[in-house]
């Protein structure tokens, strides 16, 4: 017997806009900007973990618009580790002719509703790897602190993050690196975490002068 086999495929989770009302809940996780192959052009997602421990993608739009979409500037404001819900609400016509309408989503988040438990968990891990997270709170002399105990490899590779960010983002101090970087690639700036942020760093387009 062998596990290569199409029943034994893993599949990814996508929210599906299949009528009105279908909706999705669960702990926003992580946000990424990945190649979208079909549109040729980046896109937003959305990572969330549902109840039964299921996890889940939510597409945005175009990181690069000039007009984010509706779906985007509602999550700005929303912090990992909330637990939130994506409903399809209604269609907008398109003003173009001969095309779709676009299906709208609303978000809908409230700053006191958290994953106390994942919360927690990601406390714990940057804990363990001195690591730097933005979005729980952790101050400025405490990611100066983690930078301080980086082996020599590692120094390497933040000094190769601050270079991509500054010819990808336009940041300059270290302060910028670290919330610009967060903020585009989704990622948390911890050690385990680096290699990443290099490739979504290096997929970017560099910033227009």
Not at 43 to 71: C, M, S
Not at 188 to 206: M, Q, R, W
């Given at each position: 017997m062998t596990i290569f086999n199409d029943d034994n495929k893993v599949k990814s989770n996508w929210f599906q806009k299949n009528k009105i009302?279908?909706?999705?809940?669960?702990?926003?996780?992580?946000k990424r900007?990945?190649?979208?192959?079909?549109?040729?052009?980046?896109?937003?997602?959305?990572?969330?973990?549902?109840?039964?421990?299921?996890?889940?993608?939510?597409?945005?739009?175009?990181?690069?618009?000039?007009?984010?979409?509706?779906?985007?500037i509602q999550m700005r404001n929303v912090k990992l580790g909330q637990v939130i819900g994506f409903k399809y609400t209604e269609d907008k016509p398109s003003t173009t002719v001969g095309m779709n309408p676009t299906k709208k989503v609303q978000v809908f988040a409230n700053p006191d509703i958290v994953d106390e438990e994942w919360l927690k968990q990601q406390d714990d891990e940057?804990?363990?790897?001195?690591?730097?997270?933005?979005?729980?709170?952790v101050s400025d002399k405490t990611v100066l602190k983690a930078f301080e105990?980086?082996?020599?490899?590692t120094d390497d590779m933040?000094?190769?993050i601050n270079k991509l960010a500054e010819e990808k983002l336009g940041?300059?101090?270290?302060?910028?690196?670290?919330?610009m970087v967060a903020e585009k690639t989704?990622?948390?700036?911890?050690?385990?975490?680096?290699?990443?942020?290099?490739?979504?760093?290096?997929?970017?387009?560099?910033?227009?002068?």
């Open positions: 009302g279908d909706s999705i809940e669960g702990t926003y996780i992580a900007i990945v190649m979208n192959q079909l549109r040729g052009k980046e896109q937003i997602i959305y990572e969330l973990k549902a109840a039964d421990g299921q996890f889940w993608n939510v597409g945005g739009g175009d990181p690069n618009a000039k007009f984010p979409a509706g779906i985007d940057n804990a363990i790897e001195g690591g730097i997270d933005p979005d729980f709170g105990k980086m082996d020599e490899a933040i000094g190769h940041a300059i101090t270290p302060e910028e690196v670290k919330d989704g990622l948390a700036f911890i050690e385990k975490n680096l290699d990443k942020i290099v490739e979504a760093l290096t997929a970017l387009p560099a910033k227009k002068k």
